[in-house]
């Protein structure tokens, strides 16, 4: 589900201080970002899981699943979210965040695993676009609306702080109460659903359902979303350099998410890294991601945007490779300078995507797709990554998901070469590399490909 699009300038009030329903929007949209993507189970999970019996496959077959199921759900909670309002979305994502993350703690088996990750795909779809789309609204209602970015970055680096400072807790307080990760993340969550309850009603569909007059009748709007989807398809059928684009991005997503969070835990265990400091290592990670997402202007202005995304790539799949060799400290180097390389490499991706779409295309619709195809491809990497844990070959894995990576991009850099797929760019970037537009590029740093952070499950 995707924010919907709206004015990109900022009225002569927006540029003013904020009145006090604006300030109260903004601060409870920092404590509902901060609480609801706070997973204190996300460094141990993989361990926890082993701990109560799952084998490698169970795991990673569960976390393919997660990714089917994230792509079923992407599209029908953006229709939920026209329905029943954005106010109303956020708080039954809450809900449901809370009860996925109490599921572990009753039923620590492969059903209550696979329940706890399918209620975190629907809980996660039903608030990714709905919170961004309710501060908008709520500061365009204020006119207010030119505080929204730095409302919008100052929320995503709250939420880090947070992470980096619960995490290195995580393995302590489990050596107390083994539940405790599962615990404190469902209080958390229930913790944004008091955010969201408090959170004031808009006037129009921002706040609640829209009415009558605005949504027409219910037919129509299921045949405009139909419409939407087959113009968006269609566009990328016609756009050879947007799906390309669109395939290149998917080599960065898959390799970051795969790594970040479904082999986070074996590589460290595989290096005798022991459990109590696996949140030390993620945090630190974080840290590494945070500050380079943040700053894509330090990439050079000698490459293109293009080039740039498939050199990081190529890092990434160096950087894994390499960690087969490395030792304890090498490797948790490695996976810091890997989690840098992903921060610089997604608001340039980004970048590219939203210049590569056509005017008065779905532009939101067609973001939707490239996530969709993304957690798809996450979906076959996991049963893939699974399979080779399962059978004992994880350097083997990291090899070979290097080497496919290098084959891919080699392939793309060909066709683009060769002038068998002509760039095409209706965004304000042009030939220059990513120093240009960096106020553009910061606004969308650290945003991943699906509003959340890379180190969401």
């Known amino acids: 589900?995707?924010?919907?699009?709206?004015?990109?300038?900022?009225?002569?009030?927006?540029?003013?201080?904020?009145?006090?329903?604006?300030?109260?929007?903004v601060r409870l949209n920092y404590g509902f970002q901060l609480l609801f993507n706070l997973l204190w189970w996300m460094p141990v999970f993989y361990a926890y899981q082993k701990a109560a019996g799952l084998s490698d496959t169970e795991i990673f077959g569960i976390q393919s699943i997660y990714y089917v199921a994230f792509c079923l759900f992407e599209v029908p909670t953006g229709l939920i979210a026209d329905r029943i309002g954005t106010r109303n979305c956020l708080r039954a994502g809450a809900v449901v965040m809370t009860a996925a993350n109490l599921a572990p703690v009753f039923s620590a088996s492969y059903t209550g695993f696979l329940v706890h990750f399918l209620a975190i795909a629907a809980g996660r779809s039903l608030t990714s676009g709905a919170a961004s789309a309710y501060l908008y609204d709520g500061l365009r209602a204020e006119r207010c609306d030119g505080h929204y970015l730095k409302a919008e970055g100052t929320a995503r680096a709250l939420g880090l702080a947070a992470k980096v400072v619960c995490w290195p807790l995580v393995g302590p307080l489990m050596a107390v109460a083994h539940a405790t990760p599962y615990l404190l993340s469902a209080a958390s969550a229930a913790g944004s659903v008091?955010?969201?309850?408090?959170?004031?009603?808009?006037?129009?569909?921002?706040?609640?359902?829209?009415?009558?007059?605005?949504?027409?009748?219910?037919?129509?709007?299921?045949?405009?979303?139909?419409?939407?989807?087959?113009?968006?398809?269609?566009?990328?059928?016609?756009?050879?350099?947007?799906?390309?684009?669109?395939?290149?991005?998917v080599a960065v997503f898959t390799l970051s998410r795969i790594c970040q969070v479904n082999l986070f835990q074996p590589i460290l265990l595989d290096h005798g890294i022991a459990e109590a400091s696996h949140g030390g290592v993620l945090a630190a990670m974080t840290v590494a991601e945070a500050v380079a997402s943040a700053r894509p202007q330090w990439l050079s202005g000698r490459l293109p945007p293009v080039a740039w995304v498939s050199v990081l790539s190529v890092l990434l799949a160096g950087t894994l490779a390499a960690m087969a060799l490395g030792g304890p400290w090498v490797t948790v180097a490695l996976l810091c300078l890997f989690a840098a390389a992903t921060g610089f490499a997604y608001?340039?991706?980004?970048?590219?995507?939203?210049?590569?779409?056509?005017?008065?295309?779905?532009?939101?619709?067609?973001?939707?797709?490239?996530?969709?195809?993304?957690?798809?491809?996450?979906?076959?990497?996991?049963?893939?990554?699974?399979?080779?844990?399962?059978?004992?070959?994880?350097?083997?894995?990291?090899?070979?998901?290097?080497?496919?990576?290098?084959?891919?991009l080699g392939v793309f850099q060909l066709l683009l070469r060769t002038g068998a797929v002509r760039r095409a760019r209706y965004g304000p970037s042009s030939a220059a590399g990513p120093a240009a537009g960096n106020a553009d590029l910061r606004a969308r740093a650290g945003e991943g490909r699906d509003g959340r952070g890379s180190a969401s499950p």
Request: include cysteine.
């Open 194 to 249: 008091a955010c969201a309850v408090a959170l004031p009603r808009l006037a129009g569909p921002g706040g609640g359902p829209a009415p009558a007059a605005a949504r027409g009748d219910g037919g129509r709007r299921g045949g405009a979303f139909l419409r939407d989807a087959g113009t968006a398809l269609r566009c990328v059928v016609t756009s050879p350099w947007l799906a390309m684009v669109m395939v290149q991005g």
């Open 347 to 408: 608001p340039v991706q980004r970048k590219l995507v939203n210049d590569a779409v056509p005017p008065h295309a779905p532009r939101a619709t067609l973001l939707s797709v490239e996530s969709i195809v993304d957690r798809a491809v996450c979906a076959l990497a996991a049963v893939a990554a699974g399979a080779y844990l399962a059978a004992g070959h994880l350097d083997a894995l990291l090899w070979h998901s290097a080497l496919v990576t290098a084959v891919l």
């Open 1 to 25: 589900m995707r924010p919907r699009p709206g004015k990109s300038g900022a009225g002569a009030a927006g540029a003013g201080g904020l009145t006090s329903t604006a300030r109260r929007i």
